[in-house]
Protein backbone atom coordinates (compact mmCIF):
# COMPACT_ATOMS: atom_id res chain seq x y z
CA UNK A 1 0.00 0.00 0.00
CA UNK A 2 0.99 3.47 -1.04
CA UNK A 3 1.47 6.38 2.00
CA UNK A 4 0.26 9.97 2.25
CA UNK A 5 2.56 12.41 2.27
CA UNK A 6 3.35 14.91 5.20
CA UNK A 7 1.41 18.32 4.77
CA UNK A 8 4.60 19.67 4.77
CA UNK A 9 5.65 18.43 1.73
CA UNK A 10 2.83 18.35 0.05
CA UNK A 11 2.72 21.87 0.04
CA UNK A 12 6.09 21.69 -1.41
CA UNK A 13 5.53 19.49 -4.25
CA UNK A 14 2.48 21.98 -5.34
CA UNK A 15 4.95 24.95 -5.86
CA UNK A 16 5.49 26.94 -8.30
CA UNK A 17 8.87 25.92 -7.74
CA UNK A 18 7.88 22.27 -8.46
CA UNK A 19 6.24 23.26 -11.81
CA UNK A 20 9.46 24.67 -13.29
CA UNK A 21 11.03 21.25 -12.42
CA UNK A 22 7.85 19.35 -14.17
CA UNK A 23 8.44 21.13 -17.15
CA UNK A 24 11.87 20.33 -17.73
CA UNK A 25 11.72 16.72 -16.35
CA UNK A 26 8.66 16.27 -19.03
CA UNK A 27 10.70 17.66 -22.31
CA UNK A 28 13.28 14.89 -21.04
CA UNK A 29 11.30 11.80 -20.67
CA UNK A 30 9.87 12.51 -23.92
CA UNK A 31 13.47 13.10 -25.70
CA UNK A 32 14.28 9.71 -23.63
CA UNK A 33 11.62 7.60 -25.19
CA UNK A 34 11.60 9.06 -28.45
CA UNK A 35 7.23 8.41 -28.57
CA UNK A 36 5.64 9.67 -31.33
CA UNK A 37 2.56 11.74 -30.29
CA UNK A 38 -0.74 9.73 -29.86
CA UNK A 39 0.35 7.07 -27.43
CA UNK A 40 -0.93 6.05 -24.26
CA UNK A 41 0.76 6.90 -21.02
CA UNK A 42 0.37 6.12 -17.08
CA UNK A 43 1.62 9.01 -14.51
CA UNK A 44 1.65 7.44 -11.05
CA UNK A 45 1.16 9.66 -8.52
CA UNK A 46 -0.09 12.58 -10.09
CA UNK A 47 -0.37 14.74 -7.10
CA UNK A 48 -2.42 18.11 -7.87
CA UNK A 49 -1.11 17.37 -11.87
CA UNK A 50 1.53 19.56 -12.34
CA UNK A 51 3.44 16.73 -13.98
CA UNK A 52 0.52 15.69 -15.61
CA UNK A 53 0.02 19.16 -17.44
CA UNK A 54 3.56 18.80 -18.30
CA UNK A 55 3.62 15.37 -20.01
CA UNK A 56 0.24 16.64 -21.92
CA UNK A 57 1.99 19.21 -23.78
CA UNK A 58 5.39 17.58 -24.13
CA UNK A 59 3.92 13.93 -24.93
CA UNK A 60 0.75 15.11 -26.73
CA UNK A 61 -0.81 11.48 -25.86
CA UNK A 62 -4.05 10.38 -27.06
CA UNK A 63 -4.62 9.23 -23.34
CA UNK A 64 -3.03 9.85 -19.79
CA UNK A 65 -4.16 8.09 -16.96
CA UNK A 66 -3.06 9.67 -13.76
CA UNK A 67 -3.66 8.70 -10.45
CA UNK A 68 -2.92 9.27 -6.62
CA UNK A 69 -3.37 7.56 -3.03
CA UNK A 70 -4.45 10.97 -1.63
CA UNK A 71 -7.87 11.59 -2.69
CA UNK A 72 -7.22 15.69 -1.55
CA UNK A 73 -4.40 15.70 -4.37
CA UNK A 74 -6.91 13.76 -6.86
CA UNK A 75 -9.40 16.80 -6.86
CA UNK A 76 -7.19 19.60 -7.06
CA UNK A 77 -5.64 17.41 -10.01
CA UNK A 78 -8.89 17.12 -11.65
CA UNK A 79 -10.06 20.80 -11.46
CA UNK A 80 -6.48 21.72 -13.35
CA UNK A 81 -7.00 19.23 -15.96
CA UNK A 82 -11.05 19.49 -16.40
CA UNK A 83 -9.63 21.26 -19.89
CA UNK A 84 -7.84 18.21 -21.15
CA UNK A 85 -10.32 15.28 -22.19
CA UNK A 86 -7.67 13.09 -22.76
CA UNK A 87 -7.12 13.37 -18.98
CA UNK A 88 -8.56 10.62 -16.63
CA UNK A 89 -7.84 11.29 -12.90
CA UNK A 90 -8.52 9.27 -10.48
CA UNK A 91 -7.85 7.49 -6.63
CA UNK A 92 -5.53 4.60 -6.78
CA UNK A 93 -2.83 2.80 -5.31
CA UNK A 94 0.86 2.22 -6.49
CA UNK A 95 0.41 -1.80 -5.53
CA UNK A 96 -2.48 -2.51 -7.42
CA UNK A 97 -3.37 -0.84 -10.58
CA UNK A 98 -7.14 -0.51 -12.07
CA UNK A 99 -5.40 -1.23 -15.74
CA UNK A 100 -5.23 -3.74 -17.55
CA UNK A 101 -1.69 -5.66 -18.80
CA UNK A 102 0.32 -4.24 -21.64
CA UNK A 103 -2.05 -1.34 -21.71
CA UNK A 104 0.54 1.83 -21.68
CA UNK A 105 3.05 2.34 -23.72
CA UNK A 106 4.53 4.68 -20.95
CA UNK A 107 4.51 5.10 -17.19
CA UNK A 108 5.96 7.99 -15.75
CA UNK A 109 6.44 8.00 -11.41
CA UNK A 110 8.35 11.06 -10.25
CA UNK A 111 9.09 10.94 -6.77
CA UNK A 112 6.76 7.68 -6.54
CA UNK A 113 8.23 5.06 -5.03
CA UNK A 114 9.88 6.47 -1.84
CA UNK A 115 6.28 6.70 -0.86
CA UNK A 116 5.53 2.87 -0.63
CA UNK A 117 6.51 0.50 1.54
CA UNK A 118 5.97 -1.70 -0.89
CA UNK A 119 7.69 -0.85 -3.70
CA UNK A 120 8.91 -4.06 -5.45
CA UNK A 121 5.05 -4.70 -5.58
CA UNK A 122 4.59 -1.36 -7.32
CA UNK A 123 7.39 -2.20 -10.02
CA UNK A 124 5.85 -5.40 -10.87
CA UNK A 125 2.50 -3.63 -11.32
CA UNK A 126 4.43 -1.06 -13.57
CA UNK A 127 6.04 -3.70 -15.61
CA UNK A 128 2.16 -5.09 -16.19
CA UNK A 129 0.58 -2.49 -17.31
CA UNK A 130 3.51 -1.33 -20.09
CA UNK A 131 3.11 -2.92 -23.69
CA UNK A 132 6.22 -5.02 -24.64
CA UNK A 133 9.03 -2.19 -25.58
CA UNK A 134 6.83 -0.09 -23.20
CA UNK A 135 8.99 3.05 -21.08
CA UNK A 136 9.07 3.30 -17.43
CA UNK A 137 9.83 6.77 -17.25
CA UNK A 138 11.26 7.53 -13.26
CA UNK A 139 13.16 10.55 -10.80
CA UNK A 140 13.66 8.83 -7.21
CA UNK A 141 15.90 10.28 -4.08
CA UNK A 142 17.55 7.45 -2.88
CA UNK A 143 18.18 6.77 1.23
CA UNK A 144 21.22 8.45 1.25
CA UNK A 145 19.54 11.58 0.25
CA UNK A 146 16.65 10.76 1.75
CA UNK A 147 18.64 10.42 5.19
CA UNK A 148 21.55 13.27 4.56
CA UNK A 149 20.58 15.26 2.21
CA UNK A 150 17.53 18.06 1.71
CA UNK A 151 15.08 15.21 1.69
CA UNK A 152 15.17 14.63 5.85
CA UNK A 153 13.12 17.69 6.54
CA UNK A 154 10.37 15.24 5.41
CA UNK A 155 9.36 12.28 7.02
CA UNK A 156 9.38 9.16 5.09
CA UNK A 157 9.56 5.46 5.97
CA UNK A 158 12.42 3.34 6.60
CA UNK A 159 10.88 0.53 4.64
CA UNK A 160 9.99 2.56 1.92
CA UNK A 161 13.87 3.68 1.07
CA UNK A 162 16.55 2.08 -0.97
CA UNK A 163 19.82 2.63 -2.49
CA UNK A 164 20.33 3.27 -6.51
CA UNK A 165 20.95 -0.17 -6.81
CA UNK A 166 18.85 -1.61 -5.10
CA UNK A 167 16.62 -0.02 -7.08
CA UNK A 168 17.94 -1.27 -10.35
CA UNK A 169 18.15 -5.09 -9.15
CA UNK A 170 14.40 -4.70 -8.54
CA UNK A 171 13.49 -3.37 -11.89
CA UNK A 172 15.37 -5.70 -13.47
CA UNK A 173 13.53 -8.60 -11.42
CA UNK A 174 10.32 -7.08 -12.67
CA UNK A 175 11.36 -7.41 -16.12
CA UNK A 176 12.37 -3.42 -16.40
CA UNK A 177 15.82 -3.06 -18.16
CA UNK A 178 17.45 -0.45 -17.01
CA UNK A 179 18.64 1.82 -20.25
CA UNK A 180 19.19 5.14 -19.93
CA UNK A 181 19.91 6.27 -16.19
CA UNK A 182 21.92 8.96 -14.77
CA UNK A 183 22.28 10.97 -11.47
CA UNK A 184 20.89 14.25 -11.04
CA UNK A 185 21.35 17.53 -8.73
CA UNK A 186 17.47 17.26 -7.52
CA UNK A 187 17.06 13.36 -7.93
CA UNK A 188 19.51 10.06 -6.97
CA UNK A 189 18.48 8.38 -9.69
CA UNK A 190 16.84 9.78 -13.03
CA UNK A 191 16.16 8.08 -16.28
CA UNK A 192 14.07 5.89 -18.52
CA UNK A 193 14.03 2.47 -18.81
CA UNK A 194 11.91 -0.38 -21.23
CA UNK A 195 9.99 -3.30 -19.95
CA UNK A 196 11.00 -6.14 -22.54
CA UNK A 197 12.74 -3.81 -24.66
CA UNK A 198 15.72 -1.65 -24.51
CA UNK A 199 16.32 1.91 -24.52
CA UNK A 200 19.15 2.25 -26.33
CA UNK A 201 20.14 2.70 -29.76
CA UNK A 202 23.32 0.70 -30.53
CA UNK A 203 22.12 -2.73 -31.73
CA UNK A 204 25.09 -5.08 -32.73
CA UNK A 205 23.27 -6.85 -35.55
CA UNK A 206 26.62 -9.70 -35.06
CA UNK A 207 26.68 -10.27 -31.56
CA UNK A 208 22.46 -9.75 -31.08
CA UNK A 209 23.36 -7.09 -28.38
CA UNK A 210 21.89 -3.65 -27.44
CA UNK A 211 24.34 -1.24 -25.68
CA UNK A 212 23.25 1.12 -23.31
CA UNK A 213 24.86 3.89 -22.27
CA UNK A 214 24.55 5.32 -19.09
CA UNK A 215 25.77 7.88 -16.51
CA UNK A 216 27.15 6.31 -13.19
CA UNK A 217 25.00 6.25 -10.20
CA UNK A 218 27.92 7.60 -7.90
CA UNK A 219 30.16 9.97 -9.61
CA UNK A 220 32.52 9.17 -11.81
CA UNK A 221 32.81 7.85 -15.10
CA UNK A 222 30.43 6.91 -17.79
CA UNK A 223 29.68 3.60 -18.27
CA UNK A 224 28.08 1.24 -20.70
CA UNK A 225 25.59 -1.37 -20.04
CA UNK A 226 24.96 -4.87 -22.51
CA UNK A 227 21.33 -6.64 -22.78
CA UNK A 228 20.70 -9.23 -24.43
CA UNK A 229 17.68 -8.36 -27.02
CA UNK A 230 14.23 -9.71 -26.15
CA UNK A 231 13.29 -12.79 -27.95
Known sequence: MSAAMSRLETLAVNSPFRRLFARAEARRFRRMTGLPEGGRLLEMGCGAGLTTRALVKSFRPSRLAAFDFDERQVERARRRLAR???VDVRQADATSLPHAADEFDAVVAVGVLHHVPAWRDALGEVARVLRPAGFYCFAEPSRGRLTRGVYRVFPHAREAMFD????????????LEPGQVERTLLWDVFGASSVFGFTGEQFDAETGFTFLRARDLDPGPDRFLCRAPAR
Open 84 to 86: FPE
Open 164 to 175: PDELLEAMSSAG
